[in-house]
């Protein structure tokens, strides 16, 4: 079994950039499809960006339109590891980042996905 453990968030203003981290131990990381999630206080848990794993560093990227042109993300299969990088952050962007895994189905849902980690707060200040 797949275990997702998220780092890298914190407190920043407006403005300003966070990388976050997803690192995954156990077996067959490379051949799962990997997205990031939020979920701000009081409101569902959405999606933020997901990878198509096609090949070993192979993949398609999908971003949510709230955040497209401000996150980026990317993983490293030699890593075992998902990344997002977030600039030009919003107060809006606050919410709890959580990474997850499917190895049956890639998609926007989060149904389709199997294994979460426990989630990693982002707070952005005015």
């Known amino acids: 079994q797949v275990r997702l453990v998220e780092s890298g968030g914190g407190l920043v203003q407006t403005g300003g950039s966070l990388r976050l981290s997803c690192t995954a131990s156990g077996p067959t990381f490379s051949n799962l499809h990997m997205g990031w999630f939020r979920q701000a206080p009081g409101k569902e848990r959405e999606f933020v960006a997901a990878t198509r794993w096609f090949g070993i560093n192979t993949y398609t990227a999908d971003v949510a339109a709230s955040v497209k042109g401000r996150f980026t993300i990317s993983r490293d299969d030699t890593k075992n590891s998902l990344f997002l990088q977030m600039n030009s952050l919003k107060p809006e962007d606050t919410a709890v980042y959580y990474c997850?895994?499917?190895?049956?189905?890639?998609?926007?849902?989060?149904?389709?996905?199997?294994?979460w980690g426990q989630g990693t707060q982002v707070t952005v200040s005015s």
């Open positions: 997850a895994a499917s190895g049956r189905k890639w998609g926007r849902e989060r149904d389709d996905y199997d294994i």
